[in-house]
């Protein structure tokens, strides 16, 4: 099984969280919205792989490989017979990734992203990074600003606070914040990038795991491999099945202490995140933590964690943190009306409330 905040019998930071997808990453640093999604199924061994029943007895053999990417672990798993072709479709998928990386990382200073967020613009931008920043603008307009690519000022007000005394910002602070934010302020004309606000910074880190992950699958199909499981902190693909006509199973953690599983799911040929409050909360009670509403500066009260499935990483990467958001009926309505998505929503006192289309096993 896959365990993501999503996991994975086999088996998302506005925001940083996941679903339960995720194996633990390699260094200590302050986990994201993402990593609760990470996968504890692929574990970056085949033993683990086993543990969980990420792959059957039967199944063809498995090329598993993990590495350390945009600062937390990059899981790849290839069933195909064919060894040697798996592994070295594994290792040019990694190189793929890694290159993504370059262009789209807030955390390293040379990125295509970190010179939009110091110069304010960029007249040459890469494809990448302009279809990241498009599907970031569509996913905002369906959730009235709920997910917003700019909220960047807002979690650096945050994060300059609690790791210090704990305090949160006041009120006021948090105002000249959100004054920063507005997706209608990133202005893309052709190839050229715009923030036309003083002070907005934008990260990507509630879509640009998904989208790099998207493209890794992409790496592999081309190379000829169709029963492939990739996942970076928390955003999965699940692509094919893990051996004999078997659908990968997903589970998704309960979102409060203890790694216990909320509920299960079968996927085949879907992408998989979630968000949630556990993570990196600010406050000990959740209420506040890092996933906020970029329209106010304010954590979403209702949810603790919010899992979707759609037909790309990208997609469900950026509308868990929307739903996460927007709340439980909200999130689920947005999601009845989109094609290829389902969710699944666990409020703080663990209430549960889901998609009519989402099937738990």
């Not at 700019?150 to 979690?155: D, E, K, N, R, S």
């Not at 085949?268 to 933590?289: C, E, I, K, L, W």
Request: aromatic share 6%; proline share 4%.
């Amino acid at each position: 099984m896959v365990y993501s905040g999503t996991t994975s019998e086999a088996g998302h930071d506005q925001y940083g969280g996941a679903a339960q997808m995720k194996t633990e990453s390699a260094n200590r640093r302050l986990p994201t919205r993402r990593d609760a999604l990470r996968i504890l199924a692929v574990g970056g061994a085949a033993g683990v792989a086993w543990r969980f029943g990420l792959f059957s007895r039967s199944a063809p053999r498995t090329v598993t490989r993990s590495r350390i990417l945009m600062g937390t672990g990059v899981h790849i798993s290839v069933l195909d017979d064919d060894r040697d072709a798996a592994e070295a479709a594994v290792e040019a998928t990694l190189q793929r990734m890694a290159g993504l990386e370059n262009l789209l990382s807030r955390h390293r200073a040379d990125s295509e992203l970190s010179r939009l967020n110091t110069e304010g613009r960029l007249d040459r931008a890469s494809e990448p990074l302009l279809e990241v920043l498009r599907l970031s603008d569509h996913i905002s307009r369906l959730g009235d600003g709920a997910f917003d690519v700019t909220v960047q000022p807002v979690l650096d007000l945050y994060r300059g606070h609690v790791p210090g005394d704990g305090a949160l910002p006041n009120a006021e602070a948090i105002e000249r914040a959100v004054a920063r934010v507005g997706h209608r302020a990133l202005r893309i004309e052709g190839n050229r990038v715009a923030l036309q606000r003083h002070g907005m910074r934008v990260t990507l880190d509630g879509v640009g795991k998904g989208y790099i992950v998207d493209r890794g699958v992409d790496e592999l199909r081309e190379h000829g491999f169709t029963s492939v499981f990739v996942e970076a902190g928390g955003d999965l693909v699940a692509s094919g099945d893990k051996g004999s006509g078997t659908p990968w199973r997903i589970g998704i953690r309960r979102p409060r202490p203890g790694l216990t599983l909320q509920a299960r799911f079968d996927a085949r040929n879907r992408a998989v995140a979630t968000s949630g409050d556990y993570m990196q909360p600010f406050t000990p009670d959740y209420t506040q933590h890092h996933i906020v509403d970029p329209r106010t500066g304010f954590s979403a009260p209702e949810l603790a964690s919010s899992t979707v499935i759609a037909s790309n990483a990208a997609t469900a990467d950026a509308l868990a943190t929307l739903t996460m958001v927007l709340g439980p009926r909200k999130g689920r309505d947005l999601l009845e009306n989109l094609p290829d998505c389902e969710g699944y929503f666990v409020s703080k006192d663990l209430e549960v409330t889901r998609t009519s289309g989402f099937a738990v096993v």
